[in-house]
Each structure stands twice: as C-alpha cells, then as structure tokens.
C-alpha cells in the first residue's frame, strides 16, 4: 500500500512562495513513476478543491483557475517526490493541500491520500 507525506507547509505573508513536497513509500509492484499525482486543497469551512495533476508523462494541468499562472507542479522520479511549486500567495490560499495518487491515467477519486499539510498566508 502506497504512503504519501507531505511537508512543506507554514505560515507566509501575501505576496511570498512556498514549495510544497510529497514524497510517496511505494509498494513492491508499483513504480512511482507510473503514477499520476495531484494536488488538492480544503480551506476552512468550504470543500476540497482538485488543484492540479502531473501525468506519469510529465504533462501538468492546473485545474483551478484562482491558482493559474502561480502554481505550478513538478516531480523527481528518483526521489519519488512530487512539488508544488507556489507563488505570488494570496490569504484566500490559506488551506490544508494534500497530494494523492492515482496509479496510471488520472481520474477522481484518487487511489492513496497524504495527512495534508497546512498553509497561512497573512495579509
């Protein structure tokens, strides 16, 4: 069974970046890089929002649109690690972002769940 922790999380004035990491204990029979990993974020009181995805290919959809043009998300293969790359932070991103992980071709929902790590971005 698949293991994802994430770390990275904190506290950042408006305006600053952080770099998001999730780095997944992978069972014997499957390969990390054969597997889609997205990004999800669930700030106070609302639902959780899919944020992005990067294929097994390397291919990067950033879903949503209030994270267009400031979020990005990479992977290192040898590391078993996927990042999310944020910038230009705003207090509305102020949530708990978790990665998952989907086995192959993307689909929702997603196989395996980080804990999630927290994000304050203070005006």
């Known amino acids: 069974q698949e293991q994802l922790v994430e770390s990275g999380g904190g506290l950042v004035q408006a305006g600053g970046s952080l770099r998001l990491s999730c780095t997944a204990s992978m069972s014997t029979f499957r390969t990390f890089s054969l597997c889609a990993m997205g990004w999800f974020r669930q700030a106070p009181g609302k639902e959780r929002e899919f944020v992005g995805v990067?294929?097994?290919?390397?291919?990067?959809?950033v879903q949503s649109d209030s994270v267009k043009g400031r979020f990005t998300i990479s992977r290192d293969n040898a590391k078993n690690t996927v990042y999310l790359q944020m910038n230009s932070l705003k207090p509305e991103d102020t949530a708990v972002y978790y990665c998952?992980?989907?086995?192959?071709?993307?689909?929702?929902?997603?196989?395996?769940w980080g804990q999630g790590t927290p994000v304050t971005v203070s005006s």
């Open positions: 998952a992980l989907r086995y192959g071709t993307w689909k929702i929902p997603p196989e395996y």
């Open positions: 990067i294929n097994w290919n390397g291919d990067v959809t």
